[in-house]
């Protein structure tokens, strides 16, 4: 009880290494909590978009783009979810891989729209597509200002 009382006073305002900073005396570390946050969540967008692509417009019967769909939501989920989760200095590999999950999903629409992919072809923007486009965006934007937040010095 004596250490833990001396190391408490001795640490005050100090957060023990394990613990999660939500204040940093400039609302950097809030900022940063809620960008990642919010970037989880874009995340899981994205990832929502592609799977009820999948079920609801049948992406399933299509070969190699149906399992990326699936495959895209399983990313997606995973990522966000331990983005959610206090997992701390893994957060940046994650957000890093949010991102490029987000931007990949991007880049293959413009490229299936262009020509095909992998033996298919998408045309117009229709509303998961609109949807998709903007959490694909917010999820780099707000994942990239996170980032941003956390590799700034104090």
Same mark, same amino acid.
């Given at each position: 009880m004596t250490q833990v009382t001396e190391r408490t006073r001795r640490d005050v305002g100090r957060p023990m290494p394990d613990e999660a900073v939500l204040d940093d005396g400039r609302g950097g570390s809030r900022a940063a909590t809620a960008l990642r946050m919010l970037?989880?969540? =874009?995340?899981? $967008?994205?990832? @929502?978009?592609? +799977?009820?692509?999948?079920? %609801?417009?049948?992406?399933?019967?299509?070969?190699?783009?149906?399992?990326?769909?699936?495959?895209?939501? =399983?990313?997606? $989920?995973?990522? @966000?979810?331990? +983005?959610?989760?206090?997992? %701390?200095?893994?957060?940046?590999?994650?957000a890093l891989g949010g991102m490029g999950l987000a931007a990949t999903s991007f880049v293959f629409f413009y490229i299936s729209e262009q020509r095909t992919l992998f033996g298919f072809q998408d045309y117009g923007y229709r509303p998961a597509i609109v949807i998709a486009l903007v959490a694909e965006a917010a999820a780099v934007l707000l994942l990239g200002g996170y980032l941003a937040r956390r590799m700034r010095p104090a």
């Open positions: 970037g989880a969540l =874009a995340v899981l $967008a994205v990832g @929502a978009v592609h +799977l009820e692509q999948y079920f %609801g417009v049948h992406f399933n019967v299509v070969p190699v783009i149906g399992p990326l769909f699936l495959l895209n939501f =399983a990313g997606a $989920a995973l990522i @966000a979810l331990g +983005l959610l989760l206090p997992l %701390g200095r893994l957060h940046i590999p994650l």
